[in-house]
Structure formats: structure tokens, C-alpha cells
């Protein structure tokens, strides 16, 4: 079972005060059934709520397990698990929620799959997601934009065992908007997939709206693949093609026909080409936007405050 190995298990944690003590317990149970040893970092990507205080109390009753670390503001659930990262020194990295919709006791089926299979990245997949309806369409949504406009696998969760190698090489990573799958994507296709359970929210409800789920896949979209600016180069050929035989229609019927041209087509075609380079000096605005912020080396995260675990 890898007895000697040390696990680290990341938590981004917001507003889940109510659900923090049972998601450790669990943990720990899982890793002294199976005799590993392991660490949890909680990430608190500045909750609202009493988060961090359960989570000072946690760490002074498990100091030898346990590293919070807070955040100076919300920064999103991927930005605070690549800040765990950081923080992280075991030889696997487990990323989990803190909603407990994931049970801490498939972290069994996780480990066991990955000790099969020795990939590098290896997805915890639900048979059948317990999400409210919105999150769902979210989900498949991002799956599908996942697989057509990335050529990325399309399955995945928030529920991963990652080697401790591969973890390294993504620590460069300073952009601040951070989609982690798509990141591991770059670096390998040495992926597994492994079944686990999903279950209820327990406590509260999700912190996922319609609009942000709409932010979140227009920003894998800019940042991610090259779509919009593919969009004005075979979209702008193509209405440049009907253009020229809107234009070359006219001048027929002027030729032969001799009917006067007006100013119909004239507006017509003006407003249609000035409606065009609108659009496309829009795509290029948000890239330069983009850019902008990379130069500026907008962070992809701020500590207010860490709070380390004992080694022994």
C-alpha cells in the first residue's frame, strides 16, 4: 500500500464551516485504515463565514497533520488548490472538495486505482452527479467545450490523484486565471479514470451561479484555446466571399440591366462590414485585455496568513 509514501490532500475551502471537522475526520480515517501517512492543507479562499476560525481550531487539535492557509480575497476554487501546491511535500497529491458531495472515504477507490495503473494524473468520475440542475448544465457544458474546442479528454472532476512530478512542473504557473485540468492536459495524456460516489450537498448550497458558470467558460475559452481568433479568420473569409457576391450582383444588374443602384445596398453593405470589424476588434480587445493583465503579473493568488503543519 505504500506505507512509506506521503499523501497530501489539497481542500479549497469557502464557506463550509458546518462541513470542515467531519471532511478531516473522514480523511483521517481513510489514511489510518490504510496506514499511509498524509497531510491536509485547507485552502480558505476568503470565506464569509466562520471557515477559518474551524479551521485554527482544527489545526491546534492536529498541528502534525494539518496547514491552513487563508486567502486575501476570493480567488476561485482552481487559484486556491494551485496555492495548496505550494504548500504541498507529499509524494501524491489528492484534490478534494470541501462540500463533502464527494465521501473523504473514495479516497480508497482513488489511491487503488492509481496503485493499478501508475498514471501520472488519475479522476475520480461519478457514476451519476447529486449537482442542483444548474451545475449540472455547467458541468456538461465544460465537458463538451472540453472535447470540441480543446481536443482535451472531456471527463474529469475536482476529485484527482496527481504525482508529486507532475505537480512540479505546473508550479511556474503565475496567470491569473487558472483552469488546472486543462494545465495537466498540456503536460501529460498519461490519465486514469476511477468510479467513485457522489452524494447530496450535506450543508448550504453551492457557490455556483448561472453567471459564473458562463464567466468560467468564456474565460477557458480566451485563455485556452485560439476559437475566437480561428472565428475571425474563417468567418471573416467567408463573409468577405458572400460580400464580394452581394457587391458583384449589383454591378451585374447595374451592367445589364442598368437599375439603378440607390443607396439601399450602399447602407446595406456598410453597416454590414463596419458590424464585422466591430466584432472582431472586440476578440482582439479581450486577448490585448489578457495580455495586459499577464504582463502586469496580476497574481493568481495572495496569502493573508499560513499556518503550517508540525512535521515530526
Not at 8 to 34: C, H, R
Not at 43 to 57: A, G
Not at 199 to 227: C, E, F, H, W
Request: aromatic share 12%; proline share 3%.
Amino acid at each position: 500500500m505504500n506505507n512509506n509514501k506521503l499523501y497530501s490532500v489539497i481542500v479549497p475551502v469557502y464557506n463550509s464551516e458546518s462541513s470542515l471537522v467531519e471532511l478531516f475526520d473522514g480523511i483521517m480515517k481513510v489514511f489510518n485504515d490504510l496506514g499511509n501517512n498524509f497531510e491536509v492543507i485547507f485552502v480558505d479562499d476568503n470565506s464569509r463565514d466562520n471557515s477559518w476560525e474551524t479551521l485554527s481550531s482544527l489545526k491546534k487539535e492536529f498541528p502534525d497533520y494539518i496547514t491552513a492557509v487563508s486567502l486575501s480575497r476570493n480567488f476561485g476554487q482552481h487559484n486556491a488548490t494551485l496555492c495548496g501546491f505550494s504548500f504541498a511535500t507529499g509524494d501524491y497529491i489528492i484534490t478534494i472538495d470541501d462540500d463533502l458531495q464527494t465521501p473523504p472515504s473514495e479516497i480508497r477507490k482513488l489511491i487503488e486505482g492509481h496503485n493499478n495503473t501508475n498514471h501520472d494524473l488519475t479522476y475520480g468520475v461519478y457514476r451519476r452527479k447529486k449537482h442542483s440542475v444548474t451545475r449540472n448544465i455547467g458541468s456538461r457544458s465544460l465537458k463538451t467545450s472540453a472535447r470540441v474546442l480543446r481536443q482535451s479528454p472531456g471527463e474529469g472532476s475536482s476529485f484527482r490523484l496527481i504525482s508529486g512530478d507532475l505537480i512540479k512542473k505546473i508550479g511556474h504557473h503565475q496567470q491569473n486565471f487558472i483552469f488546472l485540468d486543462e494545465v495537466f492536459h498540456w503536460y501529460t495524456d498519461d490519465i486514469a479514470f476511477v468510479e467513485v460516489d457522489h452524494q447530496p450537498r450535506k450543508y448550504d448550497k453551492s457557490g455556483y451561479s448561472i453567471g459564473k458558470l458562463v464567466k468560467l467558460v468564456a474565460n477557458l475559452v480566451m485563455y485556452y484555446t485560439m476559437v475566437p481568433l480561428k472565428v475571425l479568420v474563417y468567418g471573416g473569409l467567408i463573409i468577405s466571399l458572400i460580400t464580394f457576391i452581394y457587391g458583384l450582383f449589383f454591378i451585374i444588374k447595374k451592367l445589364v440591366f442598368n437599375v439603378p443602384l440607390g443607396y439601399t445596398s450602399l447602407i446595406v453593405t456598410i453597416l454590414f462590414s463596419t458590424s464585422i470589424i466591430l466584432f472582431s476588434l472586440g476578440v482582439l480587445g479581450e486577448y490585448l485585455s489578457r495580455i495586459y493583465q499577464l504582463q502586469n503579473r496580476k497574481p493568481p493568488y495572495s496569502i493573508r496568513k499560513a499556518m503550517r503543519r508540525e512535521k515530526n
